[in-house]
């Protein structure tokens, strides 16, 4: 079975200053790991992916993530945190093979001030 | 841009009626899921159909809710009766499953308000 946690319902950042979302799994087997972004009444966006091979992933809106195998992590990162990326952000694993059943965190709502 | 379609985006019904949810995913996708996110439970998954079969459905109270694709165009979800519990946002997803997974579409949601 899969599992997600993500450390912090809320996070806080100046604009300008480094945003870094946690977010640690549980897999059985060799995991598919996911960031999206929530914007309010909207749906989710998939923000990036890791699947195989590098395990430094850039994603949209100048995010990037790192699969960390030992650590059984894959944290959100972006170097300098915009008004528009205030949102929640959920981090999400599903298994390689088999069903691939798609697990969510229970968020991250991101906070930017000026 | 492809996109799931989900239809209505706003339903509100009273206690005991029969709500009905369409989702049509996007074209040549071979996997939906069904998700219920609330303030506090936030995103279950209720349901999830690899080539239109059910692959899980544990997440779903079986009493009063049911999970179907009648073909590949549409996936729908329906609850009877509805209770005030089951207000919520219901979200499908829909993706390619072929190997590594290209990721999963969202669709905008259906906002439910049971009185």
């Known amino acids: 079975a899969q599992s997600v946690t993500q450390l912090g319902s809320h996070v806080s950042v100046s604009e300008g200053a480094l945003v870094l979302l946690r977010c640690n799994y549980s897999s059985s087997v060799p995991p598919y790991l996911f960031w999206y972004v929530q914007y309010p009444n909207q749906g989710l966006q998939l923000l990036l992916k890791y699947t195989t091979g590098a395990t430094l992933v850039k994603g949209i809106n100048g995010f990037e993530a790192e699969f960390k195998k030992s650590e059984t992590s894959f944290h959100l990162t972006k170097p300098s945190a915009h008004m528009s990326d205030a949102a929640e952000y959920f981090c999400a694993v599903s298994a390689a093979t088999g069903f691939q059943k798609l697990v969510f965190g229970t968020g991250t709502r991101l906070l930017v001030s000026p | 841009d492809a996109r799931v379609t989900q239809t209505p985006r706003h339903k509100v019904t009273e206690m005991g009626q029969e709500v009905t949810m369409r989702c049509q995913p996007i074209l040549g996708h071979n996997t939906v899921f069904w998700y219920r996110q609330t303030m506090m439970q936030g995103l279950e998954l209720l349901a999830y159909?690899?080539?239109?079969?059910?692959?899980?459905d544990s997440g779903m109270p079986k009493d009063r809710f049911s999970a179907e694709m009648p073909d590949a165009t549409l996936a729908t979800l329906k609850i009877q009766p509805s209770e005030p519990r089951d207000s919520a946002v219901y979200f499908c997803a829909s993706g390619l499953v072929q190997g590594p997974v290209t990721g999963y579409t969202f669709g905008s949601g259906t906002r439910l308000t049971v009185v």
């Open positions: 159909f690899r080539n239109r079969a059910p692959l899980d």
